[in-house]
């Protein structure tokens, strides 16, 4: 199957438009493989890579097989992290936004109260990660009896975690009669049981086995003393002169360290951990994504859920422990066809990682001399003059499929017992207006926001802030920030 178009893989004209207003131009591999087969209704077991166009190869069919009339979730997908979580849900937003999909996501460290208001909203797919979501369905506020999908994310990282008791769990609770998806880098015998008890005869994909080649990243390698480390990362970085670098580190305290140090150092930089507060956790991913700041220090737990494509340089300050996990590092870097880099420091301590990583892969990290400190000096210069010169932000992948859509705010929610129907009613009396123009309507505690489509919102927003009243009362309307 090679060289298929969107077109060809007999998608609606709504998840067919969203997915080209996305920036998805001819589906990848995976999604290739698995699209069809999901469609078919077929349980897959899929070893895939991270940055292979995982995420649409499940979110474009189960967008597919919504039923928008119906108000219980139909789907379920299950994340090892927060970030993740975020992540899957707002790409399972945007694919099925045009078709009026609604996506939420339940994770921990967030008000369980906030999410229980969420999904007694009309919620068609639900992202979670397996102790939160479990909560929710002990609770009762998540309904599982309409449940047709479920798909398990990154489910060897599951494992890494200490969830697949949870995830297991999880599955117990579901109806019987569904199609399971699972999805891992690696399939270890675990996880291959896992398979073997809650899935009906699954179809096995396998994309871009785990195996890492030097064709577009180079891998090599610093001998270096743990107290020189930190001033040979510095060198690293005016010697290279990068664009965009995650620097990983194996515990949020080093984390903490290596970034404090390089910001007071004239280095500026933005950590990424789980020690942090969920919104700001958001916030830094979302401003790396955006190209806002170049160099990000992280936990590989922290940075799962990130993805970039633009990294140049992965900077390992702390070689991984797990042969694994080099390669999800290092898969971070020389995407879309380019060239990327990955560093490795390594101390006496080290070898004996350093040797299974190099089995692991089948080629030895190429060794470099500790750069001197004359050529340090003469480049620093360059590394300034980027330093100081303002990044060009990435365009929003979403921020053609916005223009489709007309966001308005109106200042009415369920304090003042709005309910979808009456915002629908309201918008219908507007002439020219029909249903297939109403996008997602969000209804919040004091406010609603309303997706207009079809080129319609002016119209809609005049008509909400002169005649149209909701529910009999007037209302004030203005177009979405956000």
Known sequence: MNNLSFEELNLSGQILEAVHKLGYRNPSKVQQQVIPKAMENKDIIVKSQTGSGKTASFAIPLCESIDIEERDPQALVLTPTRELCVQVKDEIANIGRLKRVRAAAV???????DQVRELKQRTHIVVGTPGRTLDHIERGSIVLDKIKYLVIDEADEMLNMGFI?????????????????LFSATISEEIDKLCGKHMKDPMKIEVNPERITTERIKHICYKVGYEYKFNLLKDILILENIDSSIIFCSTKENV???SSKLNAQGFPCDKLHGGMMQKDRLDVMNAFKRGKFRILVATDVAARGIDVQDVSHIINYDIPMEKESY????GRTGRAGKQGKAITFVNNYDNRFLLQIEEYLGFNLEREEIPSKDLVISLKKDFLDKLNTKPVLKKDKSSELNKQVYKIYINAGK?????PGDIVGAILSVEGLTSDDIGIIDIQDGFSYIDILNGKGSKVLDGLNTDITIKGKSVKAQRAKK
């Open 327 to 330: 390669v999800h590092r290092t």
């Open 256 to 258: 903490d360290e290596v």
């Open 107 to 113: 994770f921990g460290k967030q008000p369980f109260s």
């Open 165 to 181: 008791d949870q995830v297991e769990d999880v599955i117990k609770k579901l109806p019987k009669n569904r199609v399971t998806m």
């Open 415 to 419: 304090k003042k017992k709005i309910r």
